[in-house]
């Protein structure tokens, strides 16, 4: 997923981050408020964006109107750099007096978030507020652990397949409508065209591969009695699995040079005009436009299995969730609904291109904005979500799956003993996690 501050940088990355801020920091106590304020100072955190601007003057526009329903109140906003923002919100949570009271943070954050005692349980605020009643099941999924809510979607980011509708018209191919079609699709590509991938794939590309498995029935993980158990090596993931990884080699996407290739790679590959098809999300647009495949491709939604059906994708995305220590609960809460209700999350998506969280609102702009629709169909269809465990973390940033796939495309191991090594690595980071 791309965590930048869209979904906020490449998440391995960040999630180690978050482990050496986790190991270095003191255990997070406690640190509820024992206050609610009704005026005074709100500190904010955003995400920097690499062109920020943008995104200022949304977040201006919506600060401004909240200050003007509460005149007592001023609002600070910091924007932090994605690469520190782990180390930065840890500290946060353990020191109070200069954390702040709201905050954005990358969607596969909150349970670790949760567990660490750092956002507040919103659970009332959140079913009481009419704007939360569109919102996608998935993205609310995302602010939610153990039945609580603990914030605000803000934005959510898919992917689909992307094409090359000149490769295919000039080869007299069709749009894949199942996946074995576009497996077959891309080793016709190849053959024809052995410049181009067919597909391109990444075995470090985890987010493109989810949808291989979950379209085939299978899940990463089962929630058991409060916790999670691995579920990566049933035989259902297997299939799946075994799909995706059918797609590494030279008749399609050499394993030399494909086995590291990650999601930005990957959608680079496409962008520059050397593969013929690609997984790639809502937010990797402005870099196809930007490349050499600009004017010749389309987008549709990853074809499922059967004729008809549409791949479940990861629902990437950013959240904004108030901090428990927050002595302003009452005012940061409805400054978290200014900036994540329907308005904002417009704003955000005609300033950059943030794929809104609410149905009405996707539909909206799925209608002005054709090149949305697709990634707007495959969020209906039904996006899923990693497991809501602290766990997860740790699980990305060991590379458990990126590990299992390239030992499978290697030949290392068999798509059977891969997955059962992932499978305990996983249990055990499940166990540890409580």
């Not at 003191?26 to 100072?41: C, F, I, L, M, V």
């Not at 495959?378 to 458990?400: C, E, N, R, Y």
């Amino acid at each position: 997923m791309k965590l930048s501050s869209r979904m906020a940088a490449p998440l391995t990355a960040l999630v180690l981050a978050g482990l050496t801020a986790t190991a270095c920091a003191p255990q997070t106590s406690d640190n509820s408020a024992d206050k609610d304020e009704k005026s005074g100072t709100l500190r904010v955190w955003l995400f920097q964006e690499v062109n920020n601007d943008p995104k200022k003057k949304v977040v201006d526009a919506a600060v401004d109107a909240f200050t003007k329903q509460h005149k007592d109140t001023e609002v600070k906003v910091e924007y932090i750099p994605v690469d520190t923002r782990a180390q930065r919100i840890k500290a946060a949570f353990n020191d109070p007096k200069s954390a702040p009271d709201l905050i954005e943070y990358g969607n596969t954050d909150t349970a670790g978030y949760v567990k660490d005692g750092g956002l507040a349980d919103i659970s009332e605020e959140f079913k009481g507020w009419d704007e939360a009643g569109s919102s996608d099941p998935t993205a609310t999924q995302s602010v939610t652990v153990g039945g609580k809510i603990y914030g605000a979607p803000l934005f959510v980011g898919v992917r689909a397949l992307y094409y090359r509708t000149d490769v295919f018209k000039e080869l007299g191919l069709k749009p894949p409508r199942t996946q074995s079609e576009l497996i077959s699709t891309a080793k016709k590509i190849r053959k024809a065209k052995p410049e181009l991938y067919g597909i391109a794939v990444g075995g470090a590309y985890t987010y493109g591969a989810m949808p291989f498995i979950w379209a085939n029935g299978g899940e990463l993980a089962e929630e058991k009695g409060g916790s999670y158990e691995a579920a990566i090596d049933s035989p259902a993931a297997r299939k799946g699995i075994s799909a995706y990884t059918s797609l590494f080699g030279d008749d399609n996407c050499p394993a030399a040079k494909c086995a590291a290739m990650t999601g930005n790679a990957v959608v680079t590959a496409f962008a520059s005009g050397k593969a013929g098809m690609a997984v790639g999300g809502d937010f990797s647009h402005q870099a196809v436009e930007a490349g050499e495949a600009k004017g010749k491709y389309a987008v549709i939604p990853l074809p499922g299995v059967k004729q008809g059906e549409i791949a479940p994708a990861f629902a990437g995305g950013n959240n904004l969730g108030v901090l428990k220590s927050s002595s302003h609960r009452t005012l940061a809460v409805d400054l978290m609904k200014r900036l994540a209700g329907k308005e904002s999350q417009r704003a955000f998506f005609d300033a950059m291109g943030f794929l809104p969280t609410y149905s009405d609102v996707r539909e909206q702009v799925a209608a002005e904005k054709p090149f949305v629709e697709p990634f707007v169909e495959t969020l209906g269809a039904g996006a899923k979500f990693v497991p809501a465990s602290p766990a997860w973390g740790q699980i990305d940033a060991s590379l458990v799956l990126p590990t299992m796939f390239q030992e499978i495309i290697s030949g290392k191991k068999d798509v059977a003993g891969a997955t059962e090594d992932a499978a305990a690595k996983m249990d055990t980071a499940f166990r540890d996690a409580g």
